[in-house]
């Protein structure tokens, strides 16, 4: 195009307000969207409230999708620090995202992609490509209508993608957010160009306990979808969060005041486990007020049919044994959402082990000197030791105490990626020989470069989206223990890693009777290791946490748990 040309155009770009956001083919009204936005105070549990909402409109036959809008200017979460924002989730795509998308995998039971994650970065890093390549034709671009336009674009394509009868969409952070304007906005929009029986909204809020009244306070509520309606946007339902059932009289205050009928304030108290939300959320018929407001026939199941969500953990919830202790010794150990999957997936395991697993959160980084009489007032009791995923060196010695006591006292030990080099690290180190054994990322100038970067890191320099990333098959070991616990040869894990171990010292370990039994498919890369000279020492340099289903727990972390039943209980 030369500068003739464009002028032309942008002359006539200037008619019209209504640019086109709609991908090609697009039908209006075949997806229904329900956005949900939150208020008061983040971190009230809104993903779980949406993945519960998502899991029962499944249960009834409908086809959905969950998606996380997130303000940051990140263009995704791999560069965030899970200490403050929480565990990164991996996708099978490799996408590095917010935790709630594992958390709508595990109550959806799915597989999600790229395109269910959003983030303002991720937005105006499209917005300014395009702007690059002169698509505004001559136009100024502005928030409204480019950045809405494209985060209704992205919402659309993930509609059409299924296709999806319903895409659920979870805006983070709280309303009144700066961060979130552009997202609330867009979702004002949708109710424009969609009509409103194919779009509703969804208001998550806390409603905080009053110790001095010994009452529940709707106030912060109110105020909340006061800022909202500023916006324009009247949210249908209002998902009320707090530490016991709602009060009679606080449901009434929010639906006369936020103007919403009162069976569409639902009660949202905390629960033992997540699980069981989606069964409080059927008591109250929250998908059949949702399906309803949509204009969609209720799909009625056949009577006696009634799907009970997430029942095993509802049964489990009610049984009280003697915990069994497991040991996160890691080094964000005092922000538990660091760790979200992994304790999600030692919770899948209860209902079939018949366990109450309760996690033991310890800082590595307090023990990098401590005296062995100190790790064994902290480990006495354990019943198992986990060493977690991490980066950098801080914390690292902390762990590989934790990991020589629990090989030398026969203390079951599962070990994630990091988990898994440190295990190697530690076991070069005491049963090798090799006493200098590190990670080039702990000392990069290092005489035994045990762990190294991967041959294709070698170049990289940037650290955002750089590493190995997402699924990838492994090949187990036939005759194998891990080859019996998952009772397959070949196997799908998801990865995020830089650093591999070095093969020059293979052979030393396979001498002292370590095994490694999941290796790359051209078994050039060792995946799992396994010391089967000790109950159950188990590491794999992927994340089995992330694949980890509320009704197919892993089989690693159910032979994890069987291995710490039996510490506890040697017969
Ligand atoms: N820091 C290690 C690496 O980059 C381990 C990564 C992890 O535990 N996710 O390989």
Redesign the pocket.
């Given at each position: 195009m030369n500068d003739f040309e464009r002028e032309e155009i942008s002359a006539r770009s200037d008619d019209s307000e209504s640019l086109d956001f709609f991908p090609p083919h697009y039908r209006v009204g075949r997806t229904k969207f329900i956005v949900v936005t939150g208020g008061v105070m983040s971190g009230v549990g809104k993903g779980v409230c949406t993945a519960s909402l998502s899991h029962l409109l499944q249960q009834l036959g409908f086809s959905v999708t969950t998606m996380k809008i997130d303000g940051y200017l990140n263009v995704d979460a791999g560069t965030l620090n899970p200490y403050r924002h929480g565990e990164t989730f991996v996708l099978d795509d490799g996408t590095e995202c917010d935790l709630d998308l594992g958390t709508y995998e595990r109550f959806l039971d799915t597989t999600l992609n790229r395109n269910n994650y959003m983030t303002s970065g991720k937005i105006y890093a499209r917005i300014l490509a395009k702007e690059r390549r002169g698509e505004y034709l001559g136009r100024d671009v502005q928030i409204v209508p480019h950045v809405t336009g494209e985060i209704k674009y992205l919402m659309r394509q993930k509609a059409q993608e299924g296709p999806y009868d319903m895409v659920l969409v979870e805006i983070g952070g709280t309303v009144g957010d700066i961060e979130n304007v552009h997202f609330i906005e867009a979702a004002r929009e949708l109710i424009r160009d969609e009509g409103r029986d194919n779009v509703m909204y969804i208001h998550v809020t806390m409603v905080p306990w009053s110790e001095a009244t010994g009452e529940q306070k709707s106030k912060p509520t109110q105020h909340s979808i006061k800022k909202l309606l500023e916006m324009g946007v009247q949210p249908d339902i209002i998902v009320c969060r707090s530490k016991h059932d709602l009060q009679r009289k606080v449901r009434e205050k929010i639906s006369l005041h936020c103007n919403v009928p009162i069976d569409h304030v639902i009660s949202s108290p905390d629960t033992e486990s997540v699980y069981t939300l989606p069964a409080l959320f059927q008591e109250q018929h929250l998908a059949e007020t949702a399906i309803s407001r949509l204009r969609l026939n209720m799909p009625y199941p056949a009577e006696g049919e009634k799907q009970v969500p997430f029942v095993s953990f509802l049964r489990h919830a009610r049984r009280k044994n003697p915990p069994l202790t497991i040991a996160m010794t890691g080094k964000y150990s005092t922000m538990k959402d660091s760790y979200l999957s992994i304790t999600n997936a030692l919770e899948h395991t209860e209902p079939d082990e018949g366990v109450q697993i309760d996690v033991r959160f310890l800082d590595t980084t307090e023990f990098d000197n401590a005296s062995p009489a100190v790790l064994k007032e902290n480990l006495n009791d354990v019943h198992g030791i986990l060493v977690?995923?991490?980066?950098?060196v801080r914390g690292t010695e902390g762990m590989i105490r934790c990991i020589r006591y629990a090989r030398e006292r026969q203390v079951p030990y599962l070990g994630?990626?990091?988990?898994?080099?440190l295990a190697a690290i530690e076991f070069a180190r005491s049963v090798c020989g090799v006493e200098k054994a590190t990670?080039t990322?702990f000392d990069p100038h290092t005489q035994e470069p045990l762990?190294c970067l991967?041959p294709e890191q070698q170049q990289i320099r940037d650290l955002g989206g750089t590493?190995?990333l997402g699924g990838h098959d492994v090949a187990l070991l036939p005759g194998s223990r891990v080859q019996a616990m998952y009772g397959r040869d070949m196997v799908h894990e998801r990865?995020?890693?830089?650093?591999?171990l070095n093969n020059d010292y293979k052979a030393a370990f396979e001498k002292s009777g370590v095994v490694f039994c999941g290796m790359t498919l051209d078994q050039s890369v060792m995946q799992i290791l396994d010391y089967p000279a000790h109950p159950f020492f188990v590491a794999t340099?992927f994340?089995p946490e992330l694949l980890s289903r509320p009704l197919r727990p892993h089989p690693l972390f159910l032979a994890f748990v069987q291995a710490a039943k039996k510490h506890q209980n040697p017969s």
């Open positions: 977690p995923g991490g980066y950098g994630l990626c990091l988990g898994f080099q990670s990322e762990i991967l590493q190995r990865f995020r890693h830089r650093y591999e340099q994340h």
